[in-house]
């Protein structure tokens, strides 16, 4: 009886997840949820894998020197800076990401928090909890987007649904991307290239969409900072280490930026991170994409990608 092939999950999410993993399964496949989310336990279940999903967290890379007859490490998200990903090539094991599904979320997060800063929205939800009231004490750190301009940092996919959604609140919207898209492009979406340092001087809020490479890490640091309006916010919902925290609390302390909305940060979850004390900052634990129909769409993604290498076909989204 020919042994059927196993995709491990190794990773540790949610039971709610784990439930559409096991609902989702293509026929003909066993499915292996790891018991022991530690480096040694997924180096041993990696081992006899034949397909491995990741969610969120990492792989050893002695996991990838000894797998027997792994065909693909898939990722259930975008980023892959936590992905032995040239060991892998190196043994000729894709590494794939589930780029996209995800990104209606993460863009409805990013207007989420843009509105949260400039209402100051976790404040206020916590005075009134409290029992203070505010009606007039604080409308002159309440603003609105029109008539702003709003920056965005990567015009990828999420940044691109991120222009759509910023086109109904009659704002000006700008941006910066290393790979200028076709002017058709542009102005569909009525967008406007800036170079990096003059979006950031003209920017009233700046949003951004950016994967983690040497070249983003710490991209928005003291100097950036120093180049923004007094009155200016930023937003990320990329990867933590693409904004210096440090700067960041600096340039909030002293006044030379307005405010600040993080769903990610240098270190996850963050401990005795000034930031966290602050009014004008609003925070969310790295859940930007983190929609039930994101999860459903990334899964059954990430299950194509498999079914495409089990049928002798190439997958795609490839690192």
Known sequence: MVARPKILFADDVHEC?????????PDGFDLEILAQDTPEGKIRAIESADYVMIWSG???????TRAKQLKLIQKCGQGLDNL?????????????????TNSTAVAEMAMLL?????????QIDTALRAGTFYKYELRSHFHEIEDKTVGIVGLGTIGKKVAKRLSGFDCRTVYYDIDRPDPVIEQS????????????RQS????LHVPLTSDTRRLINAESLSMMKSSAVVINTSRGPVVDQGALYSALVEGRIAGAGLDVFEKEPPEDMPLLHMDQVVLSPHIAGGTIEAARRTIQAAYENILRVHNGEPPINVA
Request: zero cysteines; charged letters at 25%; a negative charge.
């Open 17 to 25: 997840l784990l439930e559409i993993f096991r609902e989702d399964l």
């Open 58 to 64: 990492g792989i050893p890379i002695e996991a990838i």
């Open 84 to 100: 032995p990903v040239e060991e892998a090539r190196s043994r000729g094991i894709p590494v794939a990401n589930a780029g996209g």
């Open 114 to 122: 843009m509105l949260a800063v400039y209402r100051r929205l976790s």
């Open 189 to 200: 979406l009525g967008v406007e290239y800036l170079p990096l340092d003059e979006l950031l």
């Open 204 to 207: 009233d809020i700046l949003t």
